[in-house]
DNA sequence: CATGAATGAGCGTTCATTCAT
DNA sequence: AATGAATGAACGCTCATTCAT
């Protein structure tokens, strides 16, 4: 307990570094003695915490991916609107970016991967389509088919993320959100006619 | 001429064969042995043609994202308004998508790792953002930064497609062009008044 | 005294897991820890009985040999006479192996790593050579080399226990003492004439 | 074909150097990289052999087990008793300890991990029963179990073979062949009353 | 030119051993 | 004395790369 020792310290720790690194140089770019090295663990600790390197990056990636969809919910549930479930959402994801940047670099790199065997209760991607489907039914939001209509929504956040890891845009998201919300409103939003 | 054997045959073959293993299993995971196998040639023969494996890759990305933007630039060229080069842009992805499967899901798949170090002249990025400056000195788009104009645009196309990839969104995506091309215009048009 | 702890409980409790442990998966298969968590002790109080794993086979089998040489001598001893002795040695091994299932498995097939090195007072081999040296000089046994006489006596019980230990022998081999001493006699046996 | 390299050469400079240091320092305590450097090959190129280290282990012990089988059976059956089947068979595997002292010491040192998943067709142990159980329908045999009476005629040759691999025993153990066959059937024979 | 057997650096992983508590 | 989390050397194995044929 002395010396900023704790239990538990040493998983974070791994986590931490894990994540930081794969965010940077990716997956498979990163041996387990680097990992151990930044964490400042050895090699061997790292394998009381995870039974392989792959289940820290399973681990790392579902329970993060489960954890952003639980809190994308919670965000979205107490909006009175469709417009509003989307505007703070779009935010919620800009700050998510702004906030635990090596975590959001690493869901982003590792979706290719692990997305196609997720299978985890809980996803943003069905977040989103809930709420359109709702929004729909409501007649807030154009009817047209549910992936679609996320791929409207969820694609540009993705994309400002996208070019801000790749430094073509810079400053903080959170500063892109309203501009980002207000067009994928437009680009949903049910048409009076 | 004879036997089936011209110059440059073996290279197309290995080419092909890298990239439907590449979009099939990921880069790190596809050894140099099987590309060789499965292109019918020698493990020494690809060491011909490309120093090594990562000039392999680099060549097959930074070509045909060159290739790709070029031919992006030349569909949107003749179009008089913005929100027909606009359409005509997100149609022509749409296609790519549907005809060019193994390419398209490499050039999706590697952009994280690629896209940073990338210096080439042309790139779709940056006919986009093009398009949307012009569109918006013609008072056609609304203005707003570059980048979140080009994220508004690009963002739904790229995430149809990784959609696509994971299986959410089914049969050929140029079904869902003209849904996408309307929603992309109704975000980023200048609204009157 | 009370609780069930006393002096050198931990230590049988440590000799017993890695005797039945050694015996069953072999003793490059069997990991400290799991000898510890068979034994209901911490890894570290292992390494208070013993320096390193090593020492633990190295005296686990250097003392249970001794003793098991020690034993066979007190067997042999009060036989009046060579064929009494031999008999008596045969039934001895032969319960041993029933009586002591984990040990003597483990003596047996640690036998080829030990004995090159084994430098004990006593062991069971030279007190066969010995007891039949002594027959030889009582002429109750055939002159031979006395390590060829020695093949013949040890070979077939060791053998046997061999067959006991891959399932081609079943059932308690004392059953077979009698026909395995009845048969070493008849090999060794000075013939009149 | 220049210098002394044909094909297949490598596959049996790994074999001969990994009999070697098997029977000289057991399986466990023979690194790969020992068996590689001893060999004069590349570790690499062991695994083009040989799918893992337990398989190049399997294969030596299931190979020359299954070989040595079909020698000693080739060896007793034009013999026309009993008494001389058992000569032959103990005077060859003398032999083979003489000639092949590596494979046969590898034999000896494996059996005890091996022997009890070994499911191969031909293997010594059922050669020398079949040949007893014949000589007991024949009557030259005493009657007795199969396997002790394998064990009376096995055990012998064994544990001769072991006392020469302890150093107990020296010069060829062809030596003692004729002794050993000698001893064997007298604990065997079927006597006359 | 094309071949593919051979190479060996570097990976993921294990486990005997230590030592702060 | 007893504990068990932490250690890191050493293992088995892979695969990008080379080069004699």
């Known amino acids: 307990m002395q010396q900023g020792s704790f239990k538990g310290e040493l998983k974070s720790r791994i986590d931490e570094a894990a994540l930081h690194l794969f965010a940077e140089r990716g997956v498979d770019a990163t041996p387990v003695p680097m990992i151990a090295e930044r964490a400042g663990v050895a090699v061997g600790s790292l ?6 390197k792959n289940e820290l990056v399973a681990r790392l990636y579902t329970e993060n991916y489960a954890r952003l969809a639980g809190e994308l919910d919670r965000i979205q549930a107490p909006e009175p609107s469709t417009r509003r479930k989307i505007a703070a959402m779009v935010r919620f994801i800009c700050e998510f970016f702004d906030r635990e940047w090596d975590l959001a670099r690493f869901l982003l790199l590792e979706q290719h991967v692990r997305l196609k065997t997720y299978r985890g209760a809980a996803n943003p991607v069905d977040i989103v389509r809930d709420v359109l489907a709702d929004g729909m039914r409501r007649g807030e939001v154009r ?36 501009e980002i919300a207000h067009g994928i409103w437009a680009a949903i939003v049910r048409q009076r006619d």
């Open 47 to 52: 394998y009381r915490y995870y039974a392989n």
């Open 143 to 178: 009817s047209r088919d549910g992936m679609v209509a996320t791929a409207l929504v969820m694609g540009p956040v993705i994309q400002a993320a996208t070019f801000l890891t790749y430094g073509r845009i810079s400053g903080p998201l959170s500063n892109a959100a309203d």
